[in-house]
Each structure stands twice: as C-alpha cells, then as structure tokens.
C-alpha cells in the first residue's frame, strides 16, 4: 500500500512540475501600449505626394500618416476583402437596396492640419479628383461612380451608374485619400500639400536626408497615435537594410525593405533578434511593350508575333532567382496576382504563353513566329527601368535570354528615379521594366483595369477592344460566378496578346526591432492605417 502511495505521489509531482513548467513557457499577456518615441524608417526621394497620381511605396512612404481615407481596411487585421473595410472618416455607411447609392455619415469635429474643419465638400472634391482620368491614376477603379453629392456639412451620397461589389473597398486608404478642398491649388510636389486629418502632421524637412513628422494632438481617434513622431531617411532600399542593421532605422519600412535573399542573409547575420514578416505584396513585375508606338518609339515590339515569341522564350522560374535571389521570395503569376482568388493559375499561364513545353521546342515555335513577323535575324531595342538592384538583375537576365534564343540585342538604361518616372508616364521607351502598383487584394479589376484603353497606369498604351468589352462586363456584374469567368476570360486574352511580359510577383515584407508593437501587414499596400496603432516599449 505505502508502494502505490508513493508511486501516485511521484505521478503527482511529476504533473505539478510538468504544469509549473508550462506555465513557466506560457506566453505572458501582451504588454499595454505606451507613449512616446520617434518611428525611424527610410524611403526614395517621392516624385510627388498625392497617391491618386500614382499609387506607390515612394509615395506611400511620405503620405500615409499625414491623411486619412472615408473608410480603411481593418488595421488590426491581416486579410484583405469588403467585408474587412471599417471607417475612417466616415463614422457610418448605409448602402441602398439596389447598391447604387452610398450614404455616408461623416464625422464631426474633424480638423485638418492647418485647424480649418473637414466637412462634406473635402468629400465631393477628394472622390471627383479620384474618379477623373484627367487628374487620377486610379480612375478605372472609379468607373462605376456617377456623380457625389453634399446632403450637408457631414453627409454625403454617392450615386453609382451600376451596382460594384467592391465599391468600398477601392475608396480604401491609402488609395483614395481625403484631400482639404481649400489647398486645390498647392502643388502635390511641394511639401505644403501634406496637409490632412491623419495621425501625424508634417514638421520639417532637411532636402535629400529626412523628412519629419509630429504628433497630431487633434487627432480624431481619441488616445492615438501613441509615438511622438515619425522621421523618414532618404536612401535607397539597398541602403535601408545596412541602416536597420546599424541601428538607424526603427524597420526597413513598414512595407517594403526585405525582398531578396542579400537583404534577408544580412538581417539574420546583423540582426538576429529582429522580428521578420513577409507576404505576397500583389505588385507584378515585367516588361511593358510601347505597343502603341507612342513618342515616336515604333518598332518590332509593336507586332504581337514579336512579343509572343520573346515571352515564349524566356525562363520564367530563372527570372525569379536573377531578381530576389531565392525561390522563396517571389512566384510566377499572371496578370492577376495568384493569391486574388479568380487570379489563374501558373500552370494555366503556361498554357496561354506557349511555356509549358521544353525550351527547345518553344525556341523553335518563337524563331518560326519572328520569321513571320520579319524579323528571322533579331532586331535592337532599349529597355529602360530603375537603378534598384532586382529590378536590374531581372532585366539583364531577361536580355540575356532574349539575346541567346532570339539574337534580339536590347541595351539596358538603368536610371534614377527623376528620370526614369517622367520618361515612364511619357511613353518615351521601347521597352521598360517595372512593378505595377500593388492592390488591395479579392478583386480582378484591380489591376485588369490598369490596361484598359487610354488608362494612365497602360504605360505603353495597348488597346484592345474585346477586353476593354468584357472589362465593362465586369464591372458592371455583381454576380461572383460570373465575375470569376469574365476576368479568367480577360486574363486568357491579355496573356495571348503578351502587351506585358509578368515575370514575378513577388513575396516582400519588412523587419523591426522586437521593441516595436502594433504593426500590421497585409497584402497590398493597405496596412500602412496601423502606424497610428504601433508604439515603442521602454
């Protein structure tokens, strides 16, 4: 008996051991926010500070904190989509039977930086400059608008031509942004127009080294933001990371800053203790055709038998490893990034570009289609794209695959931003390598849309009028079914007519010290509401 006593007290003290050892291990709660510290980050120089010109990190990287959007996307949440679109701006919504007409019930009280008040007319003038292709880059995005309307002071109704599912989520922050009517004239290159309702006003800025940013202490979300300030460095990415590791740096930056191998070696090596997040960031890399021909850049690129057989030549899974370094970091995928749900698949892409078959029988079908085209002994062109590491080293792998299979000999201009942005929106290029702006994410047209006819963001001006037919179609269904075959039947014909050669979308993200709390990522770029939510432990 004292036996089976003593073995039952042995298993009993084993068990209390074996719970005070795990509640040793547990994870304790979560430490409360605290005020203060200044949030360090870096970015390129912005070729301008209104994200409806152009909706990129060079951008992102200067505006966010300064404005607000009517609605956002939840910034406590990961997942993109409609139904995770909470407010901002406007504190209610209500959507009519029909969903034609949008209500929005605005806040009151709400001050923009320079103390005049936010009211309805910000509204009408922010979502008129969104909806115009005259003005906005995003305009394709805003085709299902008819026209705004001021109830009054805090109301205001937009009336749509056609019922849109993701309606809300395209006025989404950073997006489309809520701009003070009364400073229409000041020029979105000039630091003056950071002037909105956000979390962070701006304070000061040094030319070519940083721009700071101070609390908002009229902000309208009561408590926020919790750090003092946010300075941001001018430097290249490349530079950012060897910054972080340094210690200069909070994070790489809330979005971008990690997106190769090099980068993520030299976090690991010099900082070990960082906290590391990737995602799909929905951004689609390639090259863009001047199909259009326009600046006088008319050539053999112009002749889709041309584009076909240099997209049929080139090695998709190689592209990927000569731009990010790693496998890992980046996937091949359409025009429609694969982790949107009616994005097609690799495997179907293959299909459509002729590469699901050995290299050395595509580089006979692609001499076969040059030789119709006129071209059986290559021809010369220029590629343009930025001085940024990843975005060179695809496009010199991407020529050397073209000069090899197709003797097409293509001279790579590397260029500064400065330079490189006015000759992209000018269409002064043969051909041009760069990232097409990321999307919220859970809606085909987000970038379908960006290569409709006479659209800015369509940089080489391809036009074909079955897609811009079923691109209409699409915006105009709200059945989802039906929405999914529309944009695979999009996809299919946009990938025949090769008016962009997508060779990676890449898996990009950030690293911050394991001090810094509150940062949320998502895909996309709509993560960037949470800044007003991170803080600093002492």
């Known amino acids: ?21 795990l509640a040793t291990d547990a994870p304790s709660a979560p430490p409360s926010p605290q005020k203060g510290g200044i949030l360090k980050l870096s970015a390129g120089e912005p070729p301008f500070l209104n994200p409806m010109l152009r909706a990129t990190i060079h951008v992102f990287s200067y505006m966010t904190w300064v404005f607000n959007g009517l609605v956002m996307i939840d910034p406590t949440q990961e997942e993109v989509g409609v139904e995770k679109v909470v407010p901002s701006l406007a504190e209610k ?18 001050k923009f930086h320079d103390g005049l008040p936010f009211t309805a007319k910000d509204v009408k003038y922010s979502l008129d400059f969104f909806a115009d292709p005259k003005r906005s880059a995003q305009a394709s995005m805003a085709e299902m608008m008819d026209r705004v309307e001021i109830v009054d002071d805090h109301k205001v109704r937009v009336h749509l031509k056609y ?19 009364h400073l229409s004239t000041v020029s979105p290159k000039s630091p003056e127009f950071l002037v909105g309702t956000g979390p ?23 408590g926020l933001p919790y750090l003092d300030g946010v300075e941001v460095y001018t430097m290249l990415w490349d530079t950012t990371v060897d910054a972080f590791c340094g210690g200069r740096l909070s994070m790489t930056n809330l979005r971008y800053g990690l997106e190769n191998k090099t980068s993520l070696a030299k976090i690991k090596a010099h900082a070990p203790d960082a906290i590391v997040k990737l995602k799909p960031v929905g951004v689609i890399r390639g090259v863009v055709f001047n199909t259009a021909g326009l600046k006088g850049r008319k050539g ?17 899974p190689g592209s990927v490893v000569a731009g990010v370094g790693s496998p890992e970091l ?16 690799w ?11 050995p290299m050395e029988e595509r ?75 990321p999307t919220y994410g859970g809606a085909p047209e987000e970038t379908l849309g960006m290569f409709v006819s006479g659209v800015p963001m369509n940089r080489g001006q391809w036009s074909n009028q079955e897609y811009d037919r079923l691109y209409n179609q699409l915006m105009r269904e709200i059945n989802s079914k039906k929405r999914a075959e529309i944009s695979a039947k999009m996809q299919r014909l946009f990938h025949e007519e090769v008016p962009y050669i997508v060779n990676v979308s890449p898996i990009v993200g950030t690293a911050h010290r394991p001090n810094l709390h509150g940062h949320v990522m998502q895909p996309g770029h709509t993560g960037w509401a949470c800044l007003d939510r991170i803080w600093m432990e002492k």
């Not at 809300?168 to 489309?176: E, G, I, Q, R, V």
């Not at 962070?200 to 009561?222: A, L, M, Q, S």
């Open 1 to 21: 008996m004292k036996k089976k006593i003593g073995k039952v007290f042995l298993v009993l003290t084993g068990i209390l051991f074996l719970i005070a050892g």
């Open 363 to 437: 580089v006979k079908e692609a001499k076969k289609l040059m030789k119709e085209a006129g071209y059986p002994d290559g021809f010369k062109a220029e590629l343009v794209t930025r001085i940024a590491t990843s975005y060179v080293k695809c496009s010199e792998f991407m020529i050397q695959e073209w000069r090899k299979n197709l003797n097409i000999e293509i001279k790579l201009s590397p260029l500064q931003n400065p330079v490189f942005f006015p000759m992209m929106e000018a269409g002064d290029f043969d051909l041009l390598y760069e990232g097409m702006p």
């Open 93 to 110: 919504w209500e959507i009519s039977p029909d969903g034609k007409i949008y209500t929005f019930y605005l806040r009151k009280g709400v």
């Open 163 to 181: 019922a849109h599912l993701p309606f809300l989520l395209y006025l989404s922050f950073p997006y489309c942004v809520i701009l003070p009517s």
């Open 300 to 316: 053999p690129w112009q002749d889709v038998r041309v584009r076909r057989a240099m997209a049929m030549t080139m090695d998709y």
């Open 200 to 222: 962070f006003k701006f304070k000061n800025r040094i030319p070519g080294r940083v721009w700071i940013y101070e609390r908002n202490p009229d902000y309208f979300i009561k």
């Open 347 to 357: 495997k179907e892409i293959e299909k459509v570009l002729g590469v699901d078959k």
């Open 330 to 345: 980046g996937l091949n995928a359409g025009i429609v990034p694969q982790y949107v749900p009616t994005g097609l698949s």
